[in-house]
Every structure is written in C-alpha cells, then in structure tokens.
C-alpha cells in the first residue's frame, strides 16, 4: 500500500469552481510538500508545511496540514485553466515519497 | 537559466542499448536526487548524493542502473542493457544547505521509450 494516499486521483471540475485535493499518510507527518507537473515535464514546488495547523496561500491556492489526522489538503479557489495539471504531494526529510497524484482538468 | 538542467528531454532506445542521461543541478545545492516516474504514479526515489558521494540507493535501483557524481557537480545515471519496463520519464532534483526539509527543485526529466 502507498504511504501517501492522494484522493481523488483525478478531477474535472468547471472553471470558476472550488476544489480541494487531500494527501493522507500512513506514517506520521514531520513536513508535507505540495508540487504541481504538467504533463511530460517536471515538477514545480508549490508549498511546504511543517507543523500541526500549519496553513499556506499562494495566489488562489491554499495548504492545510492536519499532522493529529495525517492529512493535508490542497484548496483551490475560483478555478481557472491554468490550475490544470497534476497534483503531487511528498514528505520525506532527505529523499521524498510521493503519493500517486491527483490529475485535475478544469473546464471552460 | 539557472535551474535543473536534465539532458536529453527524449530518448528511445533499442532494447538491449545502454543509455545515459545528465542532471546540472542548481550550482549551489549540494544534494542531487534521481527519481523515476511512470504514468499516472508519483516520482519514485531511486538514489541521492551528497556531494559526489552516494548516500542512498533504492531497492529500484537494480544492478543495471548506475549514477555517478564525480566532482560533487554534474551527475549522470546510467541504465545498461535496457528492457521495456525501464520506459519511464527520469527526474534529477537537487537541494542545498546543511539543513533538512527544504524544498526540492526538479529538472523537467528524461523520458525514456526502450522499443
């Protein structure tokens, strides 16, 4: 079984709707990273969350960390085209495991 | 540019060739990891330098899998004797400083196709 269970593991949703992707772990969660990958290219960071509570924006893009729950979520608002792509989340101190991703399409 | 560099983007082999792909890290990050991915997964870890001394290897990482840093710089990785379930897109990420949990900054890989 994985370590970091993403879900859901894909999504189409209509742009200028709300959405939220969550990453929960098997093991205790001592840091969560949130990277974004394009299809076929690389990935990009977008958040890293260390402590219990912990909660980070980006432009329309929130990270929540639940350590008690072993979860994060990701929050997207107001949707737009350029939300698209896949969704990773990773943890790790050295090297980084990651869950499977969350493939996000969004809909004119 | 000063980000990741991976070289080549694309490569298709024969089965049976050997290949080998490049990673320039960020100058200043010390630490360099290689990472395999295949679709619809996540980046798996297969191996990580500290300089140019290989601190970890995954169980992925079979005996026809290579990776080199020699001068704490550049790394490359080396698969001898490709199958087809090599066929997967290979991420080089790279970190600096002394400390941990700091992000990783990734290339944006190789994508290998063994025919």
């Known amino acids: 079984s994985q370590e970091l269970e993403q879900s859901p593991q894909s999504l189409i949703v209509q742009e200028g709707k709300n959405l939220t992707i969550n990453c929960t772990s098997s093991k205790t969660l001592y840091g969560l990273y949130w990277y974004k990958q394009k299809y076929g290219e690389g990935l990009i960071f977008l958040m890293m969350?260390?402590?219990?509570?912990e909660e980070k924006s980006h432009e329309k893009i929130t990270a929540k960390l639940d350590e008690k729950k072993q979860q994060s979520s990701l929050h997207i608002t107001a949707s737009q085209p350029s939300h698209a792509g896949i969704y990773l989340c990773g943890q790790g101190a050295q090297k980084l495991v990651f869950g499977q991703g969350t493939r996000l399409t969004i809909n004119p | 540019d000063t980000g990741v560099s991976q070289n080549p983007r694309h490569k298709i082999t024969k089965r049976g060739q050997n290949v080998t792909f490049r990673c320039d890290p960020i100058?200043?990050?010390?630490?360099l990891y290689w990472y395999r991915q295949t679709l619809g997964q996540g980046p798996e870890f297969l191996t990580y330098?500290?300089?140019?001394?290989?601190?970890?290897k995954s169980r992925l990482l079979s005996d026809r899998f290579s990776a080199e840093r020699p001068k704490g710089s550049f790394s490359t990785l080396e698969i001898q004797r490709t199958e087809q379930g090599d066929s997967a897109m290979y991420l080089c990420?790279?970190?600096?400083?002394?400390?941990?949990?700091?992000?990783?900054?990734f290339g944006q890989g190789t994508r290998l196709t063994v025919v």
């Open positions: 100058s200043e990050h010390n630490r």
């Open positions: 969350l260390q402590k219990g509570g």
């Open positions: 990420a790279s970190t600096g400083g002394s400390t941990v949990n700091t992000e990783a900054f």
């Open positions: 330098f500290q300089n140019e001394a290989q601190l970890e």
